[in-house]
């Protein structure tokens, strides 16, 4: 959801957008919300970066449920959120998607496309 400019806009006035990244050897997964898992070094995940100060970090901690839900982890000098006590595997809410694709689009990215290629394989996504 993080990767939407208009939800960072709301959440976090004062984060920036910095442009596309890639984080590479994990794969993106739901478990009703967005999670990463370490994957083999080939795999990657394509989205987006912002710059964010203290006040935006603590917000959004508060929306993640960090340190409950998520944990903050660094991958190539880049913060990310990963779920801490991953859940089983399930399927996110059609709105929730949308705001995922809508971001993919807002780093230029083509949503659909760049959803299933950060995907793991066999992750259901209707």
């Not at 990767?3 to 478990?31: E, K, S, W």
């Not at 809508?102 to 996504?125: C, D, H, Q, S, W």
Request: some cysteine; aromatic content about 10%; overall charge negative.
């Amino acid at each position: 959801m993080n990767l939407n400019h208009a939800h960072m806009r709301d959440a976090c006035p004062t984060a920036r957008p910095i442009g596309p990244r890639t984080i590479q050897g994990y794969r993106l997964v739901f478990r009703y919300y967005a999670d990463i898992v370490s994957s083999s070094p080939e795999a990657s995940i394509l989205g987006g970066c912002w710059k964010i100060d203290a006040s935006a970090e603590m917000q959004l901690d508060r929306i993640e449920g960090y340190p409950f839900l998520y944990e903050k982890i660094e991958i190539d000098g880049m913060m990310v959120y990963q779920m801490t006590e991953p859940a089983r595997l399930e399927e996110p809410a059609r709105w929730y998607l949308e705001v995922i694709k809508e971001g993919l689009a807002n780093f230029g990215y083509a949503p659909e496309e760049t959803l299933r290629k950060n995907l793991v394989a066999g992750m259901p996504i209707e």
